[in-house]
Structures are given as structure tokens and as C-alpha cells.
T-cell receptor, first 110, second 115 residues
């Protein structure tokens, strides 16, 4: 079945880059997403990438997709304390349904 | 726009009681989703509706859970009877599109504690 996996924790120093990784199993995924969840809040869409792309950049965020290895990553440049949150990877098809990963808790320390 | 509205924000109840969670999607959105988030299982899709019709309820854990969407602006998730293992944060999300999943907007969630 469909499965999306992420490491649970990542700790980085303020100003460094963060790289959050995700692997998925469904090769027919059409879209892949990154969501951010701040404490006590719902998920907020950060960015997404179509499966026929291998990179997308949006300000401090860079998404890399290796479709052969079914590997997705999110790089946050110049990480700030406000970036501390849980980051979810998700895959979708041409439907409304998303399959979410377990989430990676990013902690940024001064 | 107020975003997706959920009520209550927090609910504490005793085992065996009925619990009803409420959601008001963003006006004009035609898809609505109910998710459950726990430490053990992460974020799970319970059910989703499109144009008020349930499309996929395969994530609903068991018959104690039921969801309705009587109109485009309101949905409920009911648990009866509730059990301690139902304790979780329940999120509602809505989307303006059908067939693309890039625009799900999440509510703030309802934190449910069943004692």
C-alpha cells in the first residue's frame, strides 16, 4: 500500500541550512507536498511539486525530488527560530486524498 | 475570510459518552476532510466529502465513528460511545478544488481527551 516515511527529529543551529527528507512508496504519485505545523495549530501548505519536476525553489525553500529513488527533500536556507515546527511530507494523485508522513520535528537553537 | 472553523477547540469527556465535533469549511470550498492526529499513528485521513457526499470513509476506525455533511457549510464527526483510545487532535480541512490536492486548508483542530 501507500506509505510515506520521514525521520522524526532534526536539530539545527540558527543560520544553518536544514534538510528534511522523505521517502514514499507509490510511484504513481502525481503531486508531493510539504506542510508545516506550528504548535497548537493545523497544517499549513508550504510548497508542492509535480512529479514531472525534479526541483522547485521558493525563497528560502528548495524542494528536490528523486523520482527513481522515491525520495523527496525540503531544504530551508538560513534557518530561523520561527522555522521550528513539525514538517509533513505528503503524496497525492489526481484526487483529493493525501497520504501524510509521520512528520519531522525541526528544532532550531541559537 | 475566517478560515476553517472547528468547535470545540478542546473537549474532555468520560468513556462511554457521545462526542460531536463540528466543522465549518471555508465558504465556496467543495471538499471537506476529517483527520485524526496522534503521537503513535501520526496524521490519518478518516473521511472526506465532495459536494456534501462522502467519497472515501475507509479511514473511519470503526462503527463508533460517523460523519455527516448536511450542507456545504457544516460537517460533524460523532463518536459514540467514546473510548480513551479516541483521545487525539481531530482536524477538519477544506479544499476549493476537486481532483487536485494542492490547496487543503486546515482548521486549528479539536483536542479530544477521553478519560
Amino acid at each position: 500500500g501507500e506509505d510515506v516515511e520521514q525521520s522524526l527529529f532534526l536539530s539545527v543551529r540558527e543560520g544553518d541550512s536544514s534538510v528534511i527528507n522523505c521517502t514514499y512508496t507509490d510511484s504513481s504519485s502525481t503531486y508531493l507536498y510539504w506542510y508545516k505545523q506550528e504548535p497548537g495549530a493545523g497544517l499549513q501548505l508550504l510548497t508542492y511539486i509535480f512529479s514531472n519536476m525534479d526541483m522547485k525553489q521558493d525563497q528560502r525553500l528548495t524542494v528536490l525530488l528523486n523520482k527513481k529513488d522515491k525520495h523527496l527533500s525540503l531544504r530551508i536556507a538560513d534557518t530561523q527560530t520561527g522555522d521550528s515546527a513539525i514538517y509533513f511530507c505528503a503524496e497525492g494523485h489526481n484526487t483529493d486524498k493525501l497520504i501524510f508522513g509521520t512528520g519531522t520535528r525541526l528544532q532550531v537553537f541559537p | 475570510d475566517a478560515g476553517v472553523i472547528q468547535s470545540p477547540r478542546h473537549e474532555v469527556t468520560e468513556m462511554g459518552q457521545e462526542v460531536t465535533l463540528r466543522c465549518k469549511p471555508i465558504s465556496g470550498h467543495n471538499s471537506l476532510f476529517w483527520y485524526r492526529q496522534t503521537m503513535m499513528r501520526g496524521l490519518e485521513l478518516l473521511i472526506y466529502f465532495n459536494n456534501n457526499v462522502p467519497i472515501d470513509d475507509s479511514g473511519m476506525p470503526e462503527d463508533r465513528f460517523s460523519a455527516k455533511m448536511p450542507n456545504a457549510s457544516f460537517s460533524t464527526l460523532k463518536i459514540q460511545p467514546s473510548e480513551p483510545r479516541d483521545s487525539a487532535v481531530y482536524f477538519c480541512a477544506s479544499s476549493p478544488t476537486s481532483g487536485r490536492a494542492d490547496t487543503q486548508y486546515f482548521g486549528p483542530g479539536t483536542r479530544l481527551t477521553v478519560l
